[in-house]
């Protein structure tokens, strides 16, 4: 894997968050007829927020968590993770005076409202647990793939200890590790089906292959997707179509999105698409095509206007120094 790629990697994750951050958990009609990819859209919350045009959420501030992680000289635990998310999140709250949009359960847990161990509980006994594990996975992608399968789990495992959570969790990096060392996108879900996927979830990843493009979803189609629709438990509106925040459908997400899209842009745009939960999925996807097929498709004001990308560089830098110079020497000999 080269820099240029974990580079645009890592700088495509903050600007597929930053953009669909303000329209998340709007519905899927909605970002249909008012979404026009021409400039920056905020109406979360009413627009009553702390989201500035190009200001990135909770996933990519967890995303920089594993990234760092990764570099930190440590073990890659779960208490080492913890300890990266919680300095990330001190460290927005100090520069802005307050803390990023999107954070789910975890801010209990930062803010001593609730123990970890509390956290943890309440996200096993989910049916599909929350999202965050995937949302925070493609940098594992990076890591040598010897150790890609253990991370993936101590990264569910850190707050998530949910069979789905891990499995979701493993299914991105195996996403990311695809196409990301240059394999054609048409041979991902074949590439997913032989690997060391947990066998529970092998019918649900076959079934994306014979789903239809995504201007030709059907109802039905969503619904394997995303679930019951209007989504449930939706304390402030009650009509919302789209994609909840659920590890294991992102997951599933992530898989069909990316066995579409051609490149960075159509990736951000077929996340956002989805309705629901549209930041996580817009992270992950446009991070993972932007390694693949450049930025070059991106519009300009996004990369303008994106947060981080400078950070970005330099994070992308030291994880090519540390796990891939060396082969990539070898590989120009």
Same mark, same amino acid.
């Given at each position: 894997?080269?820099?240029?790629?974990?580079?645009?990697?890592?700088?495509?994750?903050?600007?597929?968050?930053?953009?669909?951050?303000?329209?998340?958990?709007?519905?899927?009609?909605?970002?249909?007829?008012?979404?026009?990819? &021409?400039?920056?859209?905020?109406?979360?919350?009413?627009?009553?927020?702390?989201?500035?045009?190009?200001?990135?959420? &909770? &996933?990519?501030?967890?995303?920089?968590?594993?990234?760092?992680?990764?570099?930190?000289?440590?073990?890659?635990?779960?208490?080492?993770?913890?300890?990266?998310?919680?300095?990330?999140?001190?460290?927005?709250?100090?520069?802005?005076?307050?803390?990023?949009?999107?954070?789910?359960?975890?801010?209990?847990?930062?803010?001593?409202?609730?123990?970890?161990?509390?956290?943890?509980?309440?996200?096993?006994?989910?049916?599909?647990?929350?999202?965050?594990?995937?949302?925070?996975?493609?940098?594992?992608?990076?890591?040598?793939?010897?150790?890609?399968?253990?991370?993936? &789990?101590?990264?569910?495992?850190?707050?998530?200890?949910?069979?789905?959570?891990?499995?979701?969790?493993?299914?991105?990096?195996?996403?990311?590790?695809?196409?990301?060392?240059?394999?054609?996108?048409?041979?991902?879900?074949?590439?997913?089906?032989?690997?060391?996927?947990?066998?529970?979830?092998?019918?649900?990843?076959?079934?994306?292959?014979?789903?239809?493009?995504?201007?030709?979803?059907?109802?039905?189609?969503?619904?394997?997707?995303?679930?019951?629709?209007?989504?449930?438990?939706?304390?402030?509106?009650?009509?919302?179509?789209?994609?909840?925040?659920?590890?294991?459908?992102?997951?599933?997400?992530?898989?069909?999105?990316?066995?579409?899209?051609?490149?960075?842009?159509?990736?951000?745009?077929?996340?956002?698409?989805?309705?629901?939960?549209?930041?996580?999925?817009?992270?992950?996807?446009?991070?993972?095509?932007?390694?693949?097929?450049?930025?070059?498709?991106?519009?300009?004001?996004?990369?303008?206007?994106?947060?981080?990308?400078?950070?970005?560089?330099?994070?992308?830098?030291?994880?090519?120094?540390?796990?891939?110079?060396?082969?990539?020497?070898?590989?120009?000999?």
């Amino acid at each position: 894997m080269n820099e240029t790629t974990i580079i645009n990697t890592k700088k495509g994750i903050p600007i597929g968050d930053s953009f669909c951050l303000g329209i998340e958990f709007k519905s899927r009609p909605w970002i249909l007829e008012n979404v026009h990819f &021409d400039q920056f859209v905020n109406v979360w919350k009413g627009g009553k927020n702390n989201i500035l045009p190009g200001y990135y959420s &909770d &996933d990519t501030e967890h995303s920089i968590g594993v990234t760092e992680a990764l570099l930190d000289e440590r073990e890659f635990t779960e208490e080492l993770l913890l300890e990266k998310f919680k300095n990330e999140y001190e460290t927005d709250l100090k520069a802005k005076g307050h803390h990023r949009d999107g954070h789910g359960s975890i801010e209990k847990w930062y803010l001593g409202l609730e123990t970890i161990e509390e956290i943890r509980r309440k996200q096993a006994s989910r049916e599909d647990p929350g999202n965050a594990p995937v949302m925070r996975a493609v940098p594992i992608a990076f890591a040598p793939v010897q150790d890609q399968k253990r991370y993936s &789990d101590i990264n569910a495992n850190a707050t998530h200890p949910h069979r789905l959570a891990r499995a979701g969790s493993y299914l991105t990096v195996l996403c990311a590790r695809h196409l990301l060392n240059g394999n054609p996108k048409e041979n991902l879900i074949k590439t997913l089906l032989s690997s060391d996927i947990d066998p529970a979830i092998r019918l649900e990843v076959s079934t994306i292959f014979r789903m239809p493009s995504p201007n030709e979803l059907t109802h039905s189609d969503y619904l394997f997707l995303h679930g019951k629709q209007p989504l449930p438990h939706i304390s402030w509106d009650d009509n919302i179509y789209g994609m909840p925040c659920a590890c294991f459908k992102t997951a599933l997400n992530v898989v069909y999105v990316l066995h579409h899209a051609n490149n960075a842009f159509e990736a951000l745009k077929y996340s956002a698409r989805m309705g629901g939960d549209v930041d996580s999925l817009a992270a992950v996807c446009t991070g993972i095509a932007s390694g693949a097929y450049g930025l070059d498709s991106l519009p300009k004001f996004m990369l303008d206007q994106t947060e981080g990308l400078e950070r970005m560089e330099t994070l992308g830098t030291k994880i090519y120094e540390k796990f891939h110079r060396e082969t990539s020497v070898e590989q120009n000999l």
